[in-house]
């Protein structure tokens, strides 16, 4: 089955403990990217991938990080989390572009405190 | 990229025909158009996507005219079920970089 998979689902952390949301697709895809969404905001993007190695940032890129060694896989990574970043987190992969048809991971709910 | 306008909120009932329209007016020449379907706390969802006039299919319609400055998503005959909120994106199919903007999107509210 084609998917984007996300773990952890669900997260609770403290201020500062670095952290890592993994992302996988199964599509063979080209292009993925991380999104966060918070209430009155909708989604905003925060780094995008074109393809292996190659990573560029989106609208909301500071305190994250993000690495694109292997096709299928984009890790976010919360080197110091801060309350500010308590959001929903949704991973997403398309063939060629983010214009392409978009599939979406299920989510990851992040608490910072 | 073209940054994009639609309603914060519409309400209809079972059965009727939605329209939720769009509004692009610096939309470039290559630019596409696409929408999006999300339920609460999931991600969203592709519906539909077109360059000019008029795409279907078997969920919906998008319609684009001829300047293109605007689109209109229609979805015939909705059911609780399509309660969500859409959102609208432009963006250049053929950019290798590919920066995206959701915007806030159109809340649609389905009543019995």
């Known amino acids: 089955e084609a998917q984007v998979t996300q773990n952890p689902r669900y997260l609770i952390t403290v201020t500062g403990k670095k952290l890592t949301v993994t992302c996988s697709q199964n599509?063979?895809?080209?292009?993925m990217s991380w999104y966060r969404q918070d209430p009155g905001l909708g989604l905003r993007q925060i780094y995008y991938?074109?393809?292996?190695?190659?990573?560029d940032k989106g609208d909301v890129p500071e305190g994250y990080k993000v690495s694109r060694k292997e096709k299928r896989n984009f890790p976010l990574i919360l080197e110091s989390p801060s309350p500010n970043q308590t959001s929903l987190y949704f991973c997403?992969?398309?063939?060629?572009?983010?214009?392409?048809?978009?599939?979406f991971g299920p989510g990851t709910r992040l608490t910072v405190t | 990229l073209a940054k994009t306008t639609q309603p914060i909120s519409m309400d209809s009932y079972e059965g009727q025909e939605v329209n939720i329209t769009c509004s692009h007016n610096?939309?470039?020449?290559?630019?596409?158009i696409t929408w999006y379907q999300q339920f609460p706390s999931q991600g969203p969802r592709f519906i539909i996507q077109?360059?000019?006039t008029k795409v279907t299919n078997e969920v919906a319609s998008l319609f684009i005219p001829a300047d293109r400055k605007s689109s209109t998503l229609s979805l015939p005959r909705v059911s609780l079920s399509d309660t969500a909120v859409y959102y609208c994106?432009?963006?250049?199919?053929?950019?290798?970089?590919?920066?995206?903007?959701f915007g806030s999107g159109t809340r649609l509210s389905i009543r019995p």
């Open positions: 997403a992969s398309s063939l060629l572009a983010g214009v392409y048809e978009q599939y």
């Open positions: 599509m063979n895809h080209e292009y």
């Open positions: 991938s074109m393809n292996v190695e190659v990573t």
């Open positions: 610096n939309i470039a020449t290559n630019d596409y």
């Open positions: 077109g360059y000019k």
């Open positions: 994106l432009v963006g250049d199919m053929y950019s290798s970089a590919s920066k995206i903007i």
